[in-house]
Nanobody, 127 residues
Framework: QVQLVESGGGLVQAGGSLRLSCTAS????????MGWFRQAPGKEREFVAA????????NYADSVKGRFTISRDNAKNTMYLQMNSLKPEDTAVYYC????????????????????WGQGTQVTVSS
C-alpha cells in the first residue's frame, strides 16, 4: 500500500506561483510512475502532468505546458509540481497519484491506470 499526501495548495493572485508536494509513505516511490490531476467544481477530473520513475520522462497537458513543471526526489519519496503564471482557470483541487511500473521510462497520463491517490489540495487563483 502507498499512502500519498499532497500539500502546498492555497490562494494566490493571477500571475503568481505555487509549489505542490506529494509525499508518500508505505513504499518507496522509486518504482512508481506518478502524476498530477485536478478537478474543478462541476467538471471532470483532468490530467495535468506525469513523470517516469527516474524523472527522465515527463508529459504535460497542453493547458499547463510552459507554466508548470513536474519533478521528483526519490530519496525524499516526494513529487513536486511547480506552478507559475497561474490563471483563474487553474483553480481546482489537485491530486497526486502513483502507479507501479516496470519500465523506468514509462509515463502514465491516464487516471484509470493509477492505483493510488492522495486526498487532494485546493488551489485557488484569484483574478
Amino acid at each position: 500500500q502507498v499512502q500519498l499526501v499532497e500539500s502546498g495548495g492555497g490562494l494566490v493572485q493571477a500571475g503568481g506561483s505555487l509549489r505542490l508536494s506529494c509525499t508518500a509513505s508505505g513504499r518507496t516511490l522509486s518504482n512508481y510512475a506518478m502524476g498530477w490531476f485536478r478537478q474543478a467544481p462541476g467538471k471532470e477530473r483532468e490530467f495535468v502532468a506525469a513523470i517516469s520513475t527516474s524523472g527522465g520522462s515527463t508529459n504535460y497537458a497542453d493547458s499547463v505546458k510552459g507554466r508548470f513543471t513536474i519533478s521528483r526526489d526519490n530519496a525524499k519519496n516526494t513529487m513536486y509540481l511547480q506552478m507559475n503564471s497561474l490563471k483563474p482557470e487553474d483553480t481546482a483541487v489537485y491530486y497526486c497519484a502513483a502507479d507501479r511500473v516496470y519500465n523506468s521510462r514509462t509515463v502514465v497520463s491516464s487516471g484509470r491506470q493509477y492505483d493510488y491517490w492522495g486526498q487532494g489540495t485546493q488551489v485557488t487563483v484569484s483574478s
